[in-house]
């Protein structure tokens, strides 16, 4: 039994609604079927179009048949317009569980019923690039999931990133249009590394605090599964006696929150443009479910102007020093979609899809929003988008709304308005359910304004570059140093490279060095030092490492030491790791004092040519002499070895490997004693002399510093 199936029939009551839905709309493709045509008649070939033929020379093709002509045209018309931004997407299917109820600011059952476990569908994505760019680009990531609850669907449409690069939603266009490609030449895909991204944020102060989060690691996370999620604007709860809070909303990664460094992150977008896709999917078939923490931070309505910036303002975050998160709920992914496209690329979210007890605020941006999803379905996905499978709510959708393209739904009787003589379908009250708007008392000047605290675009930004450690703070200055050194224009880097002196003066000096441009000599904004909690993500991590879901590669030839060999790759196993064997051919291996018969070696998962350390967090180098004397000589394996270092990822060798560790570290700066100890060398862990019972145990990996930047 598949995963998948296993995971159905574990799903029962709630949360397995949704999937029994989508059953009923599924078909599974068998060899017992017949091909037939999109009206159900069986077809006698799928291979030849009707044609004239004699004497056995091929004739003219016949435009009367039907069947081939319906294949070209459903083809013809396979595609419909991409996202215009967050085209490239991956999602799953989970279920979202409530361990505290938080009826005191809220009535919506999805978060105040404990008994609950509601079905939901995530979809990730990177923003600026198209459907078909690499995934480990440099960019914000969408955290898209939606609630199917009991009261109609709930979309939380957030990023990894808890800011926004705009303040008031007029401007999206500009911004994204800013960072696209640009216009003439449709260059660069999928980067924010070109003159109009930069020219636009330096001449559009609002965006700063958002490109210090998108210049840190926080922009190349290392999976979709090791990432925050937030719902940036700032929603509102009403609870019971009609009281309001404003809300956040935050997804905390039970695995932490991990990245690459930029130069693995760089290489696989070549190497392996599907890495995130893949990793998610990887996951979950392998039981491995991501889970992350839900939370909310909560402000009371009368507590609205106490704080030193606006907190309508998406550009700006509630520091969990002064206003800490509540976590109260657990989401987790642990069903893979059966078909991309009717699943992953037609869901469609909206910022308005909210349960009754949970609404808007007046975030001039979310009210923006509201209105672009509704819009952007309709030109993607037509009028009925939310009759599609994947939309649908599991509550029943009882309305007038009536025809236009797509109409899948049939709906009996003879009135299609309201009221009608037979109070057909009336409006829920209160009691039954019905959305409330609590009442609220609005006057004002009608202008185009906003907050005076809306002008403070710095004091947040200075915030999240001070509260991050260093290597963290040195990989901001090399992203900008890339970034600004893809921009030809200079007023571009020059510019830029003076505004980050309104930061932090050495980050805009080391910057300005790096790309040319005239190095500030004071700051031009006081750095006020603050910092705040769980701004690095080097804070946001679990209370115990773990190695489980993580990718090793053991890397073996013939002759290799198969005790330690078959000892690691139980261990790592145990730990919920995921072991592949690399070895210089995909066909047998064998290991020292066997002879080379079939069966008698191990059958590798990957070549050294066909994977690179890139795809992986760790690797191991068993002993064994015969498997050195290749190694040694491989200047692949070296390669591996050396880029897994620079990588600062975890790196072990027993037995004679301890040799190719100190040949390939020869020229990186890391020592290896005489008797083959290493020192000087994080995370690189050798045993010479090795016994099989050292191996056993519990297994991290640990991955910290500046790496090839
Ligand atoms: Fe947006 C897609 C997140 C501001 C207009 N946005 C989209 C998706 C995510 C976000 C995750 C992909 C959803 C999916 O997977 O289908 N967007 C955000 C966040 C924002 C934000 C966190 C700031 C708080 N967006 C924003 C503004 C506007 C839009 C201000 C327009 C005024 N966003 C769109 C869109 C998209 C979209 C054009 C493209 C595809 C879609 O909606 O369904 O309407």
């Given at each position: ?24 709309v599924s078909q599974t493709v068998s060899k017992d079927d017949r091909i037939t045509t999109d009206f159900g008649v069986k077809q006698p070939t799928a291979d030849e179009w009707l044609r004239v033929s ?260 998406a550009t700006k975050m509630w520091p969990e020093d002064i206003i800490p998160v509540r976590y109260i709920g657990e989401l987790e992914l642990n069903r893979n979609v059966d078909e991309y496209f009717p ?42 988008w939310q009759e599609l499978p994947i939309n649908k709510p599991v509550c029943p959708v009882m309305n007038f709304n009536r025809d236009g393209q797509g109409r899948h739904q049939i709906t009996k009787g ?296």
């Amino acid at each position: 039994m598949s995963v998948v199936d296993k995971v159905k029939n574990m799903v029962s009551g709630e949360k397995g609604r949704k999937v029994a839905q989508l059953d009923s709309v599924s078909q599974t493709v068998s060899k017992d079927d017949r091909i037939t045509t999109d009206f159900g008649v069986k077809q006698p070939t799928a291979d030849e179009w009707l044609r004239v033929s004699r004497d056995d020379k091929t004739g003219p093709m016949l435009l009367e048949d039907s069947y081939a002509r319906e294949r070209i045209h459903r083809f013809d018309h396979e595609r419909i317009p991409e996202r215009v931004v967050h085209a490239r997407g991956a999602g799953a299917f989970g279920n979202f569980r409530l361990f505290e109820s938080a009826e005191d600011v809220t009535f919506a059952p999805v978060l105040t019923d404990t008994s609950r476990e509601t079905p939901v569908f995530v979809r990730f994505s990177t923003v600026q690039g198209s459907r078909g760019s690499a995934d480990t680009v440099r960019d914000v990531r969408g955290f898209a999931v939606k609630f199917y609850t009991q009261e109609g669907n709930w979309d939380i449409v957030g990023n990894n990133i808890p800011v926004f690069f705009i303040q008031d939603a007029i401007k999206f266009p500009d911004v994204v249009h800013a960072v696209k490609p640009e216009p003439h030449n449709e260059v660069p895909q999928a980067q924010s590394a070109h003159n109009n991204f930069w020219d636009f944020v330096y001449m559009h102060e609002e965006a700063t605090h958002m490109y210090m989060w998108t210049m840190s690691d926080r922009a190349i996370p290392r999976s979709y599964r090791m990432m925050q999620g937030f719902g940036v604007n700032t929603f509102t709860l009403i609870n019971k006696n009609g009281e309001r809070h404003f809300v956040k909303f935050h997804f905390t990664p039970e695995l932490g929150v991990h990245s690459f460094v930029w130069d693995e992150a760089l290489k696989l977008a070549g190497q392996d443009p599907d890495f995130h896709r893949k990793d998610l999917w990887e996951a979950i078939e392998n039981g491995a479910y991501p889970k992350w923490k839900f939370g909310i931070q909560t402000i009371p309505e009368s507590k609205e102007h106490d704080f030193d910036f606006d907190i309508l303002d998406a550009t700006k975050m509630w520091p969990e020093d002064i206003i800490p998160v509540r976590y109260i709920g657990e989401l987790e992914l642990n069903r893979n979609v059966d078909e991309y496209f009717p699943q992953t690329e037609q869901v469609a979210f909206c910022t308005a899809h909210l349960p009754p007890g949970i609404g808007v605020s007046d975030d001039p941006l979310l009210q923006g929003r509201s209105f672009s999803y509704f819009d952007t379905q309709l030109s993607r996905l037509g009028v009925n988008w939310q009759e599609l499978p994947i939309n649908k709510p599991v509550c029943p959708v009882m309305n007038f709304n009536r025809d236009g393209q797509g109409r899948h739904q049939i709906t009996k009787g003879t009135v299609n308005y309201w009221p009608n003589r037979f109070e057909a379908r009336p409006p829920a009250t209160l009691q039954e359910g019905a959305y409330l708007d609590p009442p609220q008392s609005v006057q004002g000047i009608k202008a185009r304004t906003k907050s005076a605290k809306f002008r403070d675009h710095y004091n947040q930004a200075q915030l999240f570059y001070n509260s991050l450690s260093p290597p963290e703070k040195s990989h901001v200055a090399a992203a900008f140093a890339f970034e600004l050194d893809h921009c030809e224009d200079t007023i571009v880097y020059e510019r830029m490279s003076q505004r980050l002196a309104d930061i932090d003066l050495e980050l805009a000096q080391n910057v300005a060095e790096m790309v040319g441009g005239t190095k500030p000599t004071k700051a031009t904004r006081n750095n006020h030092g603050k910092r705040a909690k769980n701004l690095s993500q080097t804070e946001v991590q679990p209370n115990k490492p773990t190695i489980a879901s993580r990718r090793v590669a053991i890397i073996i030839a013939d002759g290799f030491d198969k005790v330690t060999y078959e000892a690691i790759t139980t261990t790592l196993k145990a730990s919920g790791a995921l072991p592949f064997t690399i070895a210089p051919r995909r066909s047998e291996i064998f290991p020292a004092g066997v002879e080379k018969m079939p069966r008698n070696g191990v059958q590798p998962d990957h070549h050294l040519e066909g994977m690179r350390s890139t795809m992986f967090d760790a690797i191991f180098v068993p002993g064994g002499a015969g498997s050195l004397e290749t190694l040694r000589k491989s200047g692949r394996a070296i390669h591996w070895v050396r880029e897994a270092f620079g990588h600062l990822k975890a790196i072990g060798a027993t037995g004679e490997a301890v040799q190719l560790l100190s040949q390939a570290f020869a020229l990186s700066g890391v020592k290896l004693s005489n008797d083959n100890k290493v020192v000087e060398s994080y995370g690189v862990v050798t045993i010479a002399d090795v016994a099989p019972d050292s191996l056993k145990g519990t297994v991290t990996i640990a991955k910290e510093g500046t790496g090839f930047l």
